[in-house]
């Protein structure tokens, strides 16, 4: 089984630059996550999608990130304009469902360098 | 709101057992994950507690209390290669993970 694939793998840009990460989940599931990850710390999540609706974006800094899952399987996260705290890795992660005990299985992220 | 709380740093020799302990606070409870995360790659799936008790996996085992917000992970037979960072993850909502800042466990010879 294919697992959670995600591009760039690296991405320098400047700040107040515009940047846009790729997830493709693994084939069938239907819920999917945007996490970012800063040094030294766990994974928080920014989005949530089941299918192509959004399940939870609390923490979704939408004055600058928006994240769209238009026909249910890839989706994209976009950050426009970038600050410099925005240097982190963001991971795809993707799961069967939203039910109980259901792991949620990550891609190896985009690392993301703001100058 | 959300509080978890792991040890930031573990040292065990190769061979030995270790106990990574999790306290956590959370707003509604569906089960707690652990990951292991290696430097530079994605955190990967290793256990997942719902009941009170322990599930064991091999030479993983978790362990959960729901009464007192506790659980620990127990990795037996320690490898070099289980040298990585350890993070527990309590579930709320529609699979909702809270991950703490993790452990990072260091095996030496």
């Known amino acids: 089984e294919a697992g959670v694939a995600q591009s760039p793998r690296y991405k320098i840009i400047e700040k107040r630059q515009s940047v846009a990460f790729w997830c493709n989940p693994i084939?069938?599931?239907?819920?999917l996550y945007w996490y970012q990850q800063i040094l030294g710390q766990g994974p928080k999540l920014l989005i949530q999608?089941?299918?192509?609706?959004?399940?939870?974006d609390s923490q979704l800094p939408k004055d600058r990130f928006s994240a769209e899952r238009l026909k249910g399987v890839d989706s994209t996260l976009k950050i426009q304009p970038a600050k410099l705290e925005d240097s982190a890795v963001y991971l795809c992660a993707s799961s069967f469902g939203t039910g109980d005990n259901q792991p949620q299985h990550f891609g190896d992220g985009t690392r993301l360098s703001i100058l | 709101g959300q509080n978890i709380d792991q040890p930031t740093e573990m040292t065990a020799t190769e061979g030995a057992i270790v106990q990574i302990n999790c306290t956590y606070q959370?707003?509604?409870?569906?089960?707690l994950f652990w990951y292991q995360q290696h430097a530079g790659e994605a955190p990967t799936f290793l256990s997942y507690?719902?009941?009170?008790g322990l599930e064991e996996k091999g030479r993983f085992s978790s362990f959960l209390s729901r009464s007192k917000g506790y659980s620990y992970l127990l990795l037996k037979e320690l490898q070099m290669k289980d040298s990585a960072s350890y993070l527990c993850?309590?579930?709320?909502?529609?699979?909702?993970?809270?991950f703490g800042t993790g452990t990072r466990l260091t095996v030496i010879p």
């Open positions: 084939s069938g599931h239907a819920t």
């Open positions: 999608f089941q299918n192509n609706g959004v399940v939870d």
């Open positions: 959370t707003s509604g409870f569906n089960g």
């Open positions: 507690n719902v009941l009170d």
């Open positions: 993850a309590p579930a709320a909502g529609a699979n909702n993970l809270f």
